[in-house]
């Protein structure tokens, strides 16, 4: 999601993941009110991170996210 943009729920209905370096599997700029991913969200890459997102972005709670050489999950300032 970019900044600006605007949606209710997202569900993913199986995992996200990235095997490469320097990535982000998911990012969130803009508002998202609820955010399911049943299978988790996974950086496997180098230096890649999990979750990048805006504060105030969706709860997180009950997805599993991981990142093996990066942060599970980033959130910055609006």
Request: charged share 25%; net charge negative; hydrophobic share 30%.
């Amino acid at each position: 999601m970019k900044q600006g943009d605007r949606f209710g729920t997202a569900t993913v209905g199986g995992r996200v993941t990235t095997s490469g370096d320097h990535l982000t599997a998911v990012e969130i700029d803009g508002r998202l009110d609820t955010l399911t991913v049943t299978g988790g969200i996974h950086a496997r890459g180098r230096a890649s991170d999990a979750v990048r997102i805006c504060s105030g972005g969706p709860e997180l709670s009950g997805i599993e996210i991981t990142a093996a050489d990066g942060q599970s999950v980033t959130r910055r300032a609006e």
